[in-house]
């Protein structure tokens, strides 16, 4: 339809009656859409079905639109409208925002509607090495064997598997495990040497099952300046040094190196101790990254607790 | 379908992995912080690195590759039709921050919170 149409734009004279009986068809029908769009161009909801249909981010058939549908209207309707606040228009109301209009669309289908049915495509369980498990999805066979061709860790000898439709839904359902630990939630601590102390959870990582807790350090200073002059002490003169908070200023006086460092991720600054990577200060404050399994129960801190690390910003 | 600009693919797999919180689409760090996110350009992340942060997680569950958004049922079913093409997680375990939600509702972008199950 469009080609036609292109044709007959540059060739005005050159149509017959038939070439125009068929033009004149199509024009109404678009002119139909058009006033509609005029009629209520504040309600966006009105123009859903509309948008669906000529798919915005299809750039092509857009700028067919443009040319022939919007071109002739302002012909009509007023000669001195300028095409490119016209054009602005357009944009601004198929451009992005509907694209954000269909989004809340389909946010608003109840998850129910969405179950597979027999015409949508199939999932299809492909062998593969332990770790690489995947599942294609795919109308037919083939296509799964053709996607596959060349990828590592699949083995397309053995049978494809298709996914029965009832079961398809449960192979893209996430199993939700509540985080234990929501950043700002306050632990003890359940091993090493700040065994039975309070921390404070800066934020985890689910993945790696870490976290990154905040802790009044407890920093022995003698053995860190030992280990600096390359002495080392054996292992059960080693004791619990007390909760301090550190100190940049007395560690430099010991002559510990420290230099302030910026962390890409956050864009906070941190003192940091030479070649010790798990030493990470700030405000006078360990931040240290320990395992899901090292902090335990979560607790709700008392005031005498709180008295004692009132440095912390972030107190329920 | 080939009129969409798809999204950037994930340079690793590894742990530098992010997920938007709005769209759950899954790259790098780096990525996201040079080119920001393909679906939600408004957050401006290559502009403002902090957005990164903000705006992406690495707590995610599952991955999935698409590349016909709008002809997978997979993606209906997760709700990443109306998105680009690209890779996408299942779903992420954090909502977006407040202020982030605030934005969104002034520039009428939708947004739906992670479900609890």
Request: hydrophobic residues 35%; glycine residues 4%.
């Amino acid at each position: 339809m469009p080609k036609r149409w292109r044709e007959e734009d540059e060739e005005e004279e050159e149509f017959d009656s038939k070439w125009r009986r068929a033009a004149s068809h199509f024009f109404e029908l678009e002119a139909d859409v058009d006033s509609d769009e005029d009629g209520d161009s504040d309600d966006s909801d009105a123009e859903d079905d509309f948008i669906d249909d000529a798919r915005v981010d299809e750039k092509d058939k857009f700028a067919l639109r443009k040319r022939h549908v919007i071109h002739p209207q302002i012909g009509e309707d007023e000669d001195k409208e300028d095409i490119e606040e016209f054009e602005r228009r357009i944009e601004e109301r198929y451009g992005r925002k509907s694209r954000y209009e269909e989004e809340q669309d389909t946010i608003e289908v109840f998850q129910q509607a969405l179950l597979p049915t027999v015409t949508d495509s199939k999932l299809w369980m492909v062998k593969c090495a332990i770790g690489h498990e995947k599942e294609v999805a795919a109308y037919k066979e083939s296509h799964v064997r053709e996607a596959c061709k060349g990828m590592r860790n699949i083995f397309l000898k053995n049978k494809m598997v298709m996914v029965p439709i009832k079961e398809m839904s449960d192979v893209l359902t996430v199993k939700k495990r509540e985080r234990e630990f929501s950043n700002g939630s306050w632990v003890r601590m359940k091993r090493g040497t700040y065994k039975g102390d309070l921390a404070q959870i800066v934020n985890g990582d689910d993945i790696r099952r870490r976290v990154t807790v905040k802790l009044i350090p407890r920093i022995d200073f003698r053995a860190l300046v030992n280990q600096f002059d390359g002495i080392k002490i054996p292992k059960e003169k080693k004791f619990c040094p007390p909760a301090r908070f550190w100190s940049a200023t007395k560690a430099t006086a010991l002559g510990i190196p420290v230099t302030l460092q910026k962390d890409s991720v956050t864009g906070d600054y941190f003192d940091t101790v030479n070649g010790m990577k798990f030493l990470k200060f700030k405000d006078g404050i360990l931040y240290k990254s320990v395992s899901i399994r090292s902090i335990g129960y979560k607790v709700h801190p008392t005031l005498d607790d709180l008295e004692k690390d009132h440095l912390f910003p972030h107190c329920p | 379908m080939g009129s969409q600009t798809a999204a950037q693919i994930p340079t690793s797999f590894g742990h530098e992995l992010r997920a938007c919180l709005r769209c759950r689409l899954v790259k790098t760090y780096d990525q996201f912080r040079e080119s920001g996110c393909e679906n939600c350009p408004f957050f401006k992340m290559d502009e403002d690195h902090e957005r990164v942060v903000d705006c992406t997680t690495p707590n995610f569950t599952g991955l999935i590759s698409v590349m016909d958004p709008t002809r997978s049922w997979a993606a209906r079913w997760l709700r990443i039709a109306r998105y680009v093409p690209g890779c996408y997680t299942l779903a992420v375990s954090e909502a977006l921050p407040e202020d982030l939600q605030n934005l969104c509702e002034d520039e009428h972008i939708p947004y739906a919170p992670p479900k609890r199950i």
